[in-house]
């Protein structure tokens, strides 16, 4: 076993603060196995020790025992938005995650990665698929890449449920896009509630026994195309005649919404919401 790499693992941890844990979270990986690549009974594989790498700004000859070399410049330096769409839509999967795992390390919150990088590139997406530049795949594979890169900000963000309000994700109707839903359900679960995602395509009764399982304070409905704003109604409207005052409080949003006046009257929700800073205080007030 490589004695210097854990040796060097140790020190750059201690240098920049961290605990066993902290490294673990940013890295994806139980903390047991910090600890035994500190005490050198386990070697990580080439892609955790690049992003071991990436993390403590060295090379990955440096971790192997060599001299001191810093990352190139390039490497130091915060990556931009561009990048990472450029990254999305060559389907580059390994640079889309070095970026995610850099900004992780800059300190960046989830909720200025989701806006200033995921949000953005979608957006980018729909407007060069509109202008007939992106393809439907290509679009598939970007949205893709941007959900397997939420699950790894996730992962690194790991949270206990402390604030207890429980709340259900889904999406009515034939909606598909459910990305926007998922950020809004990610980062009210790293703000410590009990969230859960059901996604799309479920039947109403479905939704109906799940409910009645699961007993969430709020179910969270995402309307993206406008055909779907019935669906999302009628589902409302089954939900509150069966359980009457049982019934959970919808909270409404999704670009089809912006359309419409007044959607939280015509819908029958509790709060339609848009942004997070307005779902935080329609959950929490
Ligand atoms: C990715 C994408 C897809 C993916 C979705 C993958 C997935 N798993 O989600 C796929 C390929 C499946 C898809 C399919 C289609 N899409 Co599409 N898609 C997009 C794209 C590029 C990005 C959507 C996205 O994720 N945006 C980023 C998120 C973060 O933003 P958001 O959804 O708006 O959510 C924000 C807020 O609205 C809010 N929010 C959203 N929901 C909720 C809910 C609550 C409770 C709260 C509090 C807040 C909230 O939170 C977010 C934070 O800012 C958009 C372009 C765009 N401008 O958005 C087109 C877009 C939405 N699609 C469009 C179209 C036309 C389609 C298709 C018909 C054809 C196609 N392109 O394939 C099908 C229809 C599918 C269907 N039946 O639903 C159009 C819609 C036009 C319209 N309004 O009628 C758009 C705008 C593209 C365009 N420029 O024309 N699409």
Excluded at 177 to 193: C, S, T
């Amino acid at each position: 076993m490589n004695s210097i790499f854990s040796i060097r693992l140790r020190e750059l941890r201690k240098s920049k603060r961290l605990t066993q844990r902290q490294v673990a979270d940013l890295l994806h990986v139980a903390q047991t196995t910090i600890a035994n690549y500190e005490r050198g009974s386990r070697m990580p594989d080439l892609e955790k020790l690049a992003q071991i790498g990436v993390l403590f700004q060295v090379s990955m000859d440096y971790l192997l025992g060599k001299e001191l070399q810093l990352l190139p410049e390039k490497e130091l330096t915060i990556p931009q938005p561009e990048a990472y769409f450029n990254s999305l839509r060559n389907g580059d999967k390994s640079a889309a995650r070095a970026i995610i795992l850099r900004l992780i390390q800059y300190g960046m919150s989830t909720e200025q990665i989701y806006r200033q990088f995921m949000e953005q590139a979608l957006v980018k997406t729909g407007d060069l698929w509109q202008a007939g530049e992106i393809a439907v795949w290509q679009e598939h594979l970007i949205s893709e890449i941007v959900q397997i890169n939420m699950a790894l900000l996730k992962g690194a963000r790991r949270q206990e449920a402390v604030q207890s309000k429980r709340i259900l994700c889904l999406l009515p109707g034939e909606e598909s896009h459910m990305i926007g839903l998922r950020m809004m359900g990610d980062l009210l679960e790293e703000r410590g509630h009990q969230v859960h995602f059901l996604g799309n395509g479920l039947p109403v009764d479905n939704v109906f026994e799940a409910i009645a399982k699961l007993k969430p304070d709020f179910v969270l409905l995402s309307v993206t195309m406008p055909g779907n704003v019935s669906s999302a109604k009628s589902m409302i409207r089954h939900i509150q005649q069966q359980l009457g005052v049982m019934s959970p409080h919808f909270i409404i949003g999704g670009k089809a919404l912006e359309k419409l006046e007044d959607p939280r009257v015509q819908l029958n929700a509790y709060a339609e919401c848009q942004t997070i800073e307005v779902l935080f205080s329609a959950i929490e007030q």
